[in-house]
């Protein structure tokens, strides 16, 4: 027989489930932390990136908007000669958290998720619903009307242009600055004000305005669940928090949904 002393997560693990598939539009948060596991690293924490070498400048878009050919020829110096979290976001693959969201998306618990990652990891798991607050590193957005593209080659040209509307095109990424591409803002606006639950993995819950989505819920009086390998400014406000890595915890949440829902494919 296994004790809690065996399992220290056992029963909240049992009480977060109870929550997600109790709850009739849960949507989710993500940060850093759910990609730490695919080896890419966090800004903040113990061996995140800011930690180790200090914040990056605050004026990236600044830069963007004075010289675009110039900040195109440093990206492609990048590309050339890529730096810590460039290189490990090219071969990153999803883990075990990112493969049980796209579960709980897949049987229809997780309705959607707002992730600050710009790593992609969340689609390359099967992920739909989702909605990409700070943008993607693989994709390319026009700064006009926001088309995207796929980011496989460096521009012939600097700055590329877009297709549709001849716009200045960027990569999707957003920089410090830059606002939120309306699309993304929109969407966060509906989903969360839809949602009576929110699951947050791997985020530290103080950049603004992702966190404030999840924030809106709770201040409903919805619960808010948390999954990280360390407590947050949020924990406090959580029903439910779990502190471990999110690779197994995510998996067992989304295993006990399962169990609590038959077949779990209803
Ligand atoms: P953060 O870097 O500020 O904090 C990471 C959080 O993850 C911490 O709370 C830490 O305790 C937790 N964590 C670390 N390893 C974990 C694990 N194995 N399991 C569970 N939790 C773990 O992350 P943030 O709050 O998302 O920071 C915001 C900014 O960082 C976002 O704008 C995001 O775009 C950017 N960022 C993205 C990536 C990426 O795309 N993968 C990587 C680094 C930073
Ligand atoms: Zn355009």
Redesign the pocket.
């Known amino acids: 027989m296994t004790t809690p002393h065996d399992d220290p997560h056992g029963e909240d693990i049992r009480r977060a489930a109870a929550l997600l598939a109790d709850a009739s539009y849960c949507i989710a948060l993500?940060?850093?932390?759910?990609?730490?596991?695919?080896g890419?690293?966090?800004?903040?924490?113990k061996d995140?990136?800011w930690t180790k070498h200090g914040e990056p400048p605050l004026n990236q878009f600044d830069e963007f908007r004075d010289s675009p050919a110039d900040w195109w020829r440093n990206v492609a110096e990048r590309r050339r000669n890529p730096d810590e979290?460039t290189a490990s976001?090219v071969n990153?693959q999803p883990n075990d958290?990112h493969f049980a969201m796209a579960e709980l998306e897949r049987i229809g618990v997780l309705k959607h998720t707002i992730t600050?990652?710009?790593?992609g990891?969340h689609r390359l798991a099967g992920m739909e619903r989702l909605t990409e607050i700070?943008g993607n590193?693989r994709l390319l957005r026009c700064t006009q009307c926001t088309t995207r593209s796929p980011f496989d080659e460096i521009p012939e040209i600097f700055p590329p242009r877009c297709d549709h509307c001849g716009g200045i095109v960027k990569t999707d990424t957003v920089m410090f600055g830059e606002p939120i591409p309306p699309d993304a803002l929109e969407r966060c606006y509906r989903e969360s004000s839809r949602a009576d639950c929110v699951l947050l993995?791997?985020?530290?819950?103080?950049?603004s305005p992702?966190a404030d989505f999840a924030f809106a819920v709770g201040q409903r009086g919805h619960p808010m669940i948390e999954?990280?390998?360390?407590p947050?400014v949020i924990t406090q406000y959580c029903a439910v928090a779990l502190h471990?890595?999110?690779?197994e915890?995510m998996s067992r949440i989304a295993a006990s949904v399962k169990e609590l829902r038959g077949s779990g494919d209803q």
Not at 227 to 230: H, I
Not at 244 to 247: H, I, L, Q
Request: aromatic fraction near 2%; charge should be negative; proline fraction near 2%.
């Open positions: 993500t940060g850093a932390g759910i990609s730490a596991e695919s890419i690293p966090t800004f903040r924490g995140g990136l979290l976001l990153a958290a600050q990652n710009v790593d990891l700070h590193s993995v791997g985020t530290t819950a103080v950049v992702a999954v990280n390998l360390d947050t471990d890595k999110a690779g915890l």
